[in-house]
């Protein structure tokens, strides 16, 4: 069902951005659409041209699953080529069947064909005034430009800035120029669009460069505001540091004023913003307090946990309660039914989405995900609570979607054991039966050292009772979703009190 396109809601989806498009958002319901999309920077001309196919095996399994040629990809390839209900321009038809012509089947093709595939369907969101920046690693910009033409440009659209944003943080090769730019496109739908100039002009380099608008008839304003120059088509805006006060450790996150600079140059208040790969949430931060309406959409349950977190941390206490009535979620399990299907969801390669949603909802977005890299040692995440001033202890969650039984909390009793942890939750879709629950009991009771409060050492959580809240975690933890990653980058442990 689509959305209304005038409710003044914000709405976050959880799920493929392709079905969201399709199925929620209307057409020509957009201002403006900014979009960061994944891509596999480390593969190499050689590969691309020799077709050789295999993705740098370093990568996380999720991403190679999704970066190659398989049955998603084929169907994605034969949707555009035969063109059925004619939703794709004849350009991109043409371009596509090239492009499988030069490159081949491979990991490649199959990013450009899901990149046709959703960008087509940010074109038929955008009103007629709407702008579109998409912002991608160098290697592949040459060929996201020619399916942008090909979408665009074919239907009245017009290409208006490559832009370079630049940065100088970071390593350097001896063997090569340092890489140091990302591309961002910037078009819009048709001869008519938003751009507000002065509202993202920058400071003069020096005092006597200093302009006055000749247009405004004031000389008493002339005196008074002088406006910069108009940004250039490189931006020179630092990269986040691991010490940078907005970091919430997410890999890709942008820094916030990047998207100020696109946000107020290519839309006004109360238009909608849309990023349909949105994250940790920059864009949809940003909007938010831009004045900006805006949809949010993402395929993993850590980003939409990270989201909600990081806008819930920003609103001063008393606006929150305001702030989520004007938040609208799809997607999130909110039945039995929903969680069984999110557990065995075809588009989750790495089976990883359940678990995430049922730990990070139990600990009201506070724990750390284990990612899988390797072995997860029987640790699904985690979370450190404080039981004293220099001191704190662990607590181990583990999610089952599949079969349980007694044998299942021994096993996490073991691993409890070999990690330290104080503590043990489990997380099932099936009910307990009454051997797990025993088991469970004998483990005993732990008792906090700071609190007169007793909590069992092992907790077991039908996912029915994490539906109807009537189970959830209450233990002060010293860490919460959005600065975990950053903790663990930096290699420390720093303690505060939630």
């Known amino acids: 069902m689509l959305i209304p396109i005038s409710d003044n809601k914000n709405y976050l989806f959880y799920g ?20 960061d999309p994944p891509f596999n920077s480390k593969r190499t001309y050689f590969q691309i041209y020799n077709n050789i196919g295999h993705d740098d095996v370093a990568q996380a399994q999720a991403f190679m699953d999704t970066w190659q040629w398989g049955p998603e990809a084929d169907r994605g390839f034969e949707e555009i080529l035969t063109n059925a209900d004619g939703r794709f321009s004849m350009q991109t038809v043409t371009l596509i069947q090239g492009y499988r012509a030069v490159l081949g089947a491979g990991g490649l093709l199959a990013y450009l064909v899901h990149m046709a595939l959703r960008i087509t369907e940010i074109h038929r969101v955008l009103k007629p005034v709407g702008s579109f920046y998409l912002h991608c690693d160098p290697t592949a910009s040459h060929y996201l430009k020619l399916i942008l033409d090909a979408v665009f440009v074919s239907q009245g659209g017009h290409y208006t800035n490559e832009i370079a944003w630049c940065y100088g943080s970071g390593g350097a090769s001896h063997r090569h120029f340092s890489k140091k730019h990302d591309t961002i496109f910037f078009y819009h739908k048709s001869s008519t669009w938003t751009f507000n100039v002065d509202a ?6 020096s005092p006597h460069k200093s302009r006055t608008p000749k247009q405004v008839g004031s000389k008493q304003y002339q005196k008074m505001h ?42 006004n208040p ?177 008792t906090h050292p700071l609190y007169d409060a007793h909590y069992p050492v092992i907790e077991i959580v039908p996912v029915q009772d994490l539906l109807s809240g009537s189970k959830v975690f209450t233990i002060p933890m010293t860490h919460d979703a959005v600065k975990s990653a950053q903790v663990a980058n930096a290699g420390t442990d720093q303690l505060r009190w939630m």
């Open 16 to 35: 493929d951005n392709l079905d969201v498009l399709r199925q929620r958002i209307p057409s020509e319901s957009v201002d403006l659409c900014y979009i």
């Open 200 to 205: 993202v002009r920058e400071p003069y380099s």
């Open 226 to 267: 002088p406006l910069g120059r108009i940004p250039f088509d490189w931006w020179e805006i630092p990269i986040l540091t691991n010490s940078a006060k907005e970091r919430l450790g997410y890999p890709t996150q942008k820094p916030e004023s990047l998207l100020e600079r696109i946000i107020q140059a290519s839309s």
């Open 270 to 446: 109360g238009d909608t913003v849309l990023d349909a790969y949105c994250g940790c949430g920059t864009t949809v931060a940003v909007s938010q307090r831009l004045g900006r309406r805006w949809f949010g959409i993402d395929i993993t349950y850590q980003a939409i946990s990270l989201i909600l977190k990081r806008l819930e941390d920003s609103t001063p206490p008393e606006q929150r309660a305001d702030l989520m009535d004007h938040i609208v979620t799809h997607g999130i399990p909110k039945d039995l039914a929903a969680a069984e299907a999110l557990a065995h969801d075809p588009h989750d390669k790495t089976r990883k989405e359940f678990e995430k949603w049922a730990i990070l909802t139990y600990t009201r977005n506070r724990a750390r995900i284990h990612e899988k890299k390797g072995a997860d040692r029987g640790i699904d995440g985690w979370a450190s609570f404080v039981t004293g001033p220099q001191s704190v202890a662990k607590v181990l969650f583990q999610a089952k979607s599949g079969k349980v039984n007694r044998a299942t909390v021994a096993t996490l009793r073991g691993d409890m054991a070999r990690e330290g942890a104080a503590l043990g939750v489990l997380l099932t879709l099936k009910p307990p039966t009454k051997e797990m629950l025993k088991e469970a009991t004998t483990a005993g009771t732990y």
